[in-house]
């Protein structure tokens, strides 16, 4: 319960991916909060947003599936991080 409702009272995560090399990336998105939506206690939905046209994450979830994302709250010392596999 707490994991939802701090995922949902976010605005801003970091989600780190690795390319089949190995080498890593971390890459931020945001929107109002709420912008990630819990689908069940093994599924969060994380809309495509337009940005700086680089398709990083993209392709180095295609290479390497395993991600780790940060969530964060303004005004919170606390963040979550939750670790899984991207599709």
């Known amino acids: 319960a707490h994991a939802r ?5 976010s605005p ?6 690795q390319n ?3 080498r ?5 998105r945001g929107d109002p909060a709420g912008f990630v939506r819990v ?19 993209l392709s180095n979830i295609l290479a390497n599936a ?3 994302l940060l969530f964060m709250v303004p005004g919170f010392d606390d963040t979550l ?5 991207a599709s």
């Open 12 to 17: 801003f995560l970091c989600i780190g991916t």
């Open 39 to 57: 689908l069940d206690d093994r599924t969060l939905a994380i809309p495509d947003r337009p940005g700086n046209n680089r398709l990083d994450t």
């Open 66 to 68: 395993n991600v780790g």
């Open 5 to 9: 409702d701090f995922i949902h009272r």
């Open 24 to 28: 890593a990336d971390v890459s931020p």
């Open 81 to 85: 991080r939750v670790n899984g596999t």
């Open 20 to 22: 089949a090399e190995g």
